[in-house]
């Protein structure tokens, strides 16, 4: 009807990927509420994951296809699930008003530039930087709360999973140090 403004989310797959990677809160919102791009966000999160790990093959690591498929697909997946939920439930705690797969979709979006992993080492840490800045838009734009709350909703989990490596990596020294010592 005229006058109304849809909540379809407009344009080309690539047109919205390109908007939230362009960090276009209008973006998210269209996605978070539109139930018909929960497949394509789930689409994004795979070809994001896919094309990073091409990196893999011109990388130090050695390429391997079956876990580079397994991963983009599977741990991917699973660990956008994952991550939307635990964001979804500290996102309650600020006042967050979006439903789980509210949340789901515009984080399936934020995880584009992942694609960057395609170039070795710096194309991974800047992807990953820039997919944390695309989730806080996300994040803000989904459950309709400030920028602030949005960064403190994503960077908790991120604070509490790198002082978790750290006491893992200190535990794994003392544990070799232990163990070169008798």
Known sequence: MEGMESTAASGSLMDRVLRAVKLDPAIY???????SK??????????????????????PARF???????GAVVAATIGL?????????IGKLFGGKAEF?????????ATAPTALGIIPVLGTFVGSIWSIVCAVIAVRESEEIS?????????????????????AGAALLATLGFAAGS
């Open 81 to 89: 699930a994952i991550g939307a939920g635990i964001l979804w439930l």
């Open 29 to 35: 919102r269209e996605v978070a509420k539109d139930d």
């Open 101 to 109: 797969m509210e949340m789901f979709r515009p984080l399936g979006y």
């Open 38 to 59: 929960t497949t394509e966000a789930m689409l994004v999160v795979f070809l994001a994951n896919l094309v990073g790990g091409l990196g893999a093959i011109f990388g």
């Open 64 to 70: 391997r296809f079956v876990g580079w498929i397994v």
């Open 147 to 167: 920028t602030g709350a949005a960064v403190a909703i994503v960077l908790i989990p991120v604070a509490i999973v790198f002082v978790l490596a750290i006491l």
